[in-house]
C-alpha cells in the first residue's frame, strides 16, 4: 500500500533551472495538495486540486504552476528556480476536504528536499 | 501577526513526563481543529481531530479547545520515546457550504529521553 509517493526525494537546482515534481496516489482521492514547509513558517499551501481536471491557487502560489491531468497525479513545476524556493515541498490527498464528516485526514508524503543555488 | 501561533520549542522532557503542546489563533470563524505528527524526514500524519470547543481523548492523547479564549492544547500523558517528532496545529473555517483552507501552526519539536 504505497499512499502518496514522491519523486524525486532530492534535487538542487540552479537559479533559473526548470524542474517538475511528481506527486502519485493509489487512494482514489478526489482532493490533492501541494505545500512547501520552512523553519518558522509551518505548512503554506502552494497549489491544490479538488478533482481531476481541476487546479487552484492556494497561500503561496507565485512561480509555481500545477496540473493535474489524471486523477492519481499531480504535478508541481518550477519554470525558473529562485533560491527563494528552496525548501521541503509535501504533497498531500484527501478523499473530501479535510474537515468534512468526522474528519478527512491529509495523507502526506515524505517530501521532496529542494535546494537553489 | 500570523493567524496561528505555535512555539517550535524545542521541548525535552523525561520519559514518563505529561507533555502539554499549545496553538493560539486569531481568527474567531476557526471551527476545525487538528493535531499533526511529524517524524523527522516523513510528513505529517493526522493524531487527532476535534470539532468545536471541548475534550477528545485517544489513548495517551488528549486534545482541547477553547475558542473563546482562542486557545487549543495537545496533552500527551506517560510519554515515551517514540513520541519524538514535530506536532503541528492546523484549522479550518467553514463558510457557508464552503469550506476554508487549512492554517497549520509553525510546529513545536518535542523529544523524549529514556
Known amino acids: 500500500n504505497a499512499g502518496v509517493t514522491q519523486t524525486p526525494k532530492f534535487r538542487v537546482l540552479k537559479t533559473g533551472q526548470s524542474m517538475t515534481l511528481l506527486c502519485a496516489q493509489d487512494?482514489?482521492?478526489?482532493?490533492m495538495y501541494w505545500y512547501r514547509q520552512d523553519p518558522g513558517m509551518g505548512l503554506r499551501l502552494i497549489h491544490y486540486?479538488?478533482?481531476?481536471?481541476?487546479?487552484a491557487k492556494g497561500e503561496v502560489p507565485d512561480g509555481y504552476n500545477v496540473s493535474r491531468l489524471k486523477k492519481q497525479n499531480f504535478l508541481l513545476g518550477l519554470e525558473s528556480a529562485a533560491p527563494s524556493q528552496t525548501s521541503v515541498y509535501f504533497c498531500?490527498?484527501?478523499?473530501?476536504?479535510?474537515?468534512?464528516?468526522?474528519?478527512?485526514?491529509?495523507?502526506f508524503g515524505n517530501g521532496t528536499r529542494l535546494t537553489v543555488t | 501577526q500570523k493567524e496561528v501561533e505555535q512555539d517550535p520549542g524545542p521541548l525535552s522532557v523525561p520519559e514518563g513526563a505529561i507533555v502539554s503542546l499549545n496553538c493560539t489563533y486569531s481568527?474567531?470563524?476557526?471551527?476545525?481543529f487538528m493535531w499533526y505528527r511529524q517524524y523527522s524526514r516523513k510528513g505529517p500524519e493526522l493524531l487527532m481531530y476535534?470539532?468545536?470547543?471541548g475534550n477528545k481523548e485517544d489513548g495517551r492523547f488528549t486534545a482541547q479547545v477553547d475558542k473563546s479564549s482562542k486557545y487549543i492544547s495537545l496533552f500527551i500523558r506517560d510519554s515515551q520515546p517514540s513520541d519524538s517528532a514535530t506536532y503541528l496545529c492546523?484549522?479550518?473555517?467553514?463558510?457557508?457550504?464552503?469550506?476554508?483552507?487549512?492554517?497549520f501552526g509553525q510546529g513545536t519539536i518535542l523529544t523524549v529521553h529514556p
Open positions: 498531500a490527498s484527501s478523499p473530501t476536504h479535510p474537515t468534512g464528516g468526522a474528519g478527512s485526514p491529509l495523507h
Open positions: 487512494m482514489n482521492h478526489e482532493y
Open positions: 486540486s479538488v478533482g481531476e481536471g481541476t487546479t
Open positions: 481568527n474567531s470563524a476557526f471551527q476545525y
Open positions: 476535534t470539532y468545536s470547543s
Open positions: 492546523a484549522m479550518s473555517a467553514k463558510t457557508g457550504t464552503s469550506y476554508g483552507k487549512l492554517t
